[in-house]
């Protein structure tokens, strides 16, 4: 199938909610070219107007969480409800190899083939701030295909919890228990983020072991100062595997929509977000302008080696790079 050859033919398919042509449109958001980048924003800005309706939930967890399983199972149980559910997965690490290594709808088998559920990949980049622009971009797109779930799921680890919460409304944190000290697996910095912890796994003989992990959470949020005064994060059990809990941790997450929505925070939290995200994009501007001149990428190799091998300061590096930018501009 071609590409739609206009915005007004990329807006239409995506309001007609053609799956072909959202994945089209996604990849057209994606791209690194500076006309597909013009388009690109012609398009985002004629969608802005039919976005913003979805409830935007963040998912992380530890390694061996199961969150493959979980989403895979959670969206199902939401399709079935009648929502149109959206996953897309977040992985920094793919930049460093410009590939994607995810197999998203191999690992969420059965709601790749749900007609009511779109999964999708974040795109390899040379930045965290281009995956975010991406990703962020994905889910304004998503939103106005009628999704009225979308669900960003972390796979690479470090900043990427980070950059999800500042993109959702909700931010879920799946943890598993007998996995060594269980308060260790998980940074203060996860938890203070966290609108909810789940403990997944939680069947059959793990059960015990799974109410003992969600009694320590509850013990180390007790201690923190939630960030929202209307609303303290839960702690709950739950098993993507059997499918266990989750309705209950649903009905946790569209609670919290309702009282952030009547308080005025969930309006305050997006405002927010979107200025986070003007930053981010012209932090990423800059960095890309600064690099496109070949005076510039060549100085700046010879400014690493002479940095490496402790000639100069990094700071004086700097200084000298960025006074051939000025120079050059």
């Given at each position: ?16 909610r ?7 449109t996604?990849t057209l ?7 597909h ?6 398009v985002?800005?004629?969608l ?9 939930v963040?998912?992380?967890g530890?390694?061996?969480?199961g969150?493959?399983?979980?989403i ?14 959206a996953v897309?997965?977040v992985?920094?690490?793919s ?10 709808k ?7 083939v ?10 390899a ?25 979308v ?34 697996g ?6 203070e ?12 003989a793990?059960?015990q ?6 009694a320590d ?11 929202s ?7 709950l ?8 809990g ?40 800059l ?18 080696a002479?940095?490496q091998?402790g000639?100069?300061t990094?700071t ?10 000025l120079q050059?501009?």
């Open positions: 199938m071609s590409s739609p050859d206009s915005a007004h033919a990329y807006v239409d398919g995506v309001l007609r053609d799956t072909a042509v959202l994945a089209q996604i958001l994606e791209s690194k070219n500076l006309q980048r013009g388009l690109a924003q012609q985002l800005e004629q802005l107007a039919h976005s913003g309706g979805a409830i935007r963040g998912i992380t530890v390694p061996g969480v969150k493959s399983t979980f895979d199972q959670l969206g199902i149980n939401l399709t079935q409800l009648g929502h149109r559910v897309l997965a992985d920094p690490s930049s460093r190899t410009g590939g994607s290594i995810l197999g998203d191999t690992r969420m088998a059965r709601l790749a749900d007609p009511a559920a779109f999964i999708r990949p974040s795109p980049g040379a930045t965290l701030g281009g995956v975010t622009r991406a990703t962020r971009e994905t889910i304004l797109v998503c939103e106005a295909a009628g999704f009225d779930v669900l960003v799921e972390t796979v690479g680890v470090g900043q990427s919890e980070t950059m999800v919460a500042e993109m959702v409304d909700f931010f879920l944190v799946l943890m598993i228990s007998g996995a060594g000290d269980d308060l260790q998980i940074k203060k910095g996860i938890l983020m966290a609108d909810m912890i789940a403990v997944n796994k939680a069947d059959g793990n059960r072991r799974a109410e003992l992990a969600a959470y509850r013990g180390a949020l007790h201690l923190m100062t939630p960030a005064p209307n609303w303290t994060p839960p702690v059990l739950c098993s993507g595997l059997a499918n266990e989750l309705d209950a941790l649903w009905e946790q997450i569209t609670i919290h929509r309702t009282k952030m929505g009547a308080s005025g925070e969930l309006e305050i939290r997006r405002s927010s977000q979107q200025v986070r995200w003007l930053n981010s994009m012209l932090d990423d501007r960095r890309d302008d600064l690099r496109s001149f070949p005076e510039v990428r060549t100085e700046l190799l010879r400014l690493e002479a940095v091998q000639e100069i990094a004086t590096a700097v200084e000298r790079l960025w006074e051939k930018y050059l501009r």
